[in-house]
């Protein structure tokens, strides 16, 4: 994929023009503009858009590769998601993420292998460590540093690289899991390419993602959706885009489906309240550290669930067990 990239002005990001990974054209209208409102790492705004002929959503532009270690500060979430920072919220999650993650391992054998793609501070991977089978073997890749060092610490196998980078035997693992990862990475069929040669024929992979067919895409899709995390995530799904991502990599979609998150309601009224200069104070009622919003939210978005629009997808996808030749 060709880019075009510029060099920023002042404390601007080095950005770069890309197109549609699933189509190559570039040819988007303009679905929303905005800013930085969580960590507030460069004064740009951010605009994101929809491809005209797979309906596929992504920023454009987006900052340069070289920007990285900037847009993921060293307070980002995914780096230090712990009981002492989060409190009530990270007991509930943990619970919660056990259930969802056990069932997804339905059917694994007792030495089973494991890869997490974008493990963060091995957060998932601990979970599978104190709740799954003890003989099950757990691995996690993640490119930044700060986060490989604090799975590390927590005695994790946490590789520092990208599925296309890291050295791993082709055809080994029986799951990998692609949560909250792939709209954050620059070449998702790239990633997809990359899990599917890391399993064993008939393996799967689970990817959680934001949903942009869902009510909070709606309602707030024009500047303040949680989902887009300005400047962090780079490709948005809908099922459709999700279905022929998978298959652009060979895989066949077991299932798909919506579940339940109350992040995106969450930090959409955060970006809001930010947004507009709202006191701190208020600001701070709607985070991961505020149980009583995420509370609510959740129970909104379990009645969006159940009518299959929930604001998460979560895909299973396999890796064929046999190859079809053609005739």
């Known amino acids: 994929m060709q880019t075009l ?96 993650m056990l069932s997804w391992c339905e059917g694994l054998g007792p030495e089973a292998r494991i890869l997490d793609v974008g493990c963060g501070d091995g957060f998932h991977l601990g979970i599978l460590r104190e709740f799954g089978r003890p003989g099950w073997r757990l691995e996690g890749i993640d ?69 942009v067919e869902s009510p909070d895409f709606r309602v707030f899709g024009g500047r303040h959706w949680g989902g887009y995390h300005f400047p962090r995530h780079f490709t948005l799904f809908g099922k459709q885009t999700l279905r022929a991502a998978a298959a652009r990599a060979g895989f066949e979609v077991a299932s798909l489906r919506t579940i339940v998150s109350p992040v995106n309601w969450v930090y959409s009224i955060r970006n809001l309240l930010v947004d507009v200069h709202a006191p701190e104070w208020m600001v701070e009622r709607f985070s991961l550290r505020a149980p009583g919003a995420l509370a609510a939210f959740t129970l909104l978005d379990m009645a969006n669930a159940r009518v299959g629009r929930g604001a998460v997808l979560n895909a299973i996808l396999r890796r064929p067990a046999t190859v079809t030749e053609a005739p």
């Open 5 to 100: 990239r510029w060099a920023p002005a002042g404390d601007g990001l080095e950005m770069e023009k890309v197109v549609c990974c699933l189509c190559g054209i570039d040819d988007a209208d303009p679905v929303a503009v905005g800013e930085d409102f969580e960590y507030h790492t460069s004064p740009e705004v951010f605009r994101a858009v929809r491809c005209r002929r797979c309906s596929l959503v992504y920023l454009d532009p987006r900052p340069a590769a070289s920007e990285v270690s900037r847009i993921y500060p060293a307070d980002y979430h995914a780096y230090d998601f712990s009981a002492e920072s989060f409190g009530l919220v990270h007991a509930v999650r943990r619970r919660l993420e056990a259930r969802r």
């Open 143 to 211: 490119p930044d540093p700060r986060a490989v060092e604090a799975g590390q610490r927590r005695g994790l196998t946490v590789h520092q690289g990208t599925i296309q980078t890291v050295q791993l035997p082709p055809s080994s693992f029986d799951l990998a899991l692609l949560i909250m990862t792939i709209e954050h990475v620059d070449d998702p069929i790239g990633v997809l390419d990359g899990i599917f040669a890391a399993l064993r024929p008939g393996g799967r992979c689970v990817i959680v993602t934001d949903n």
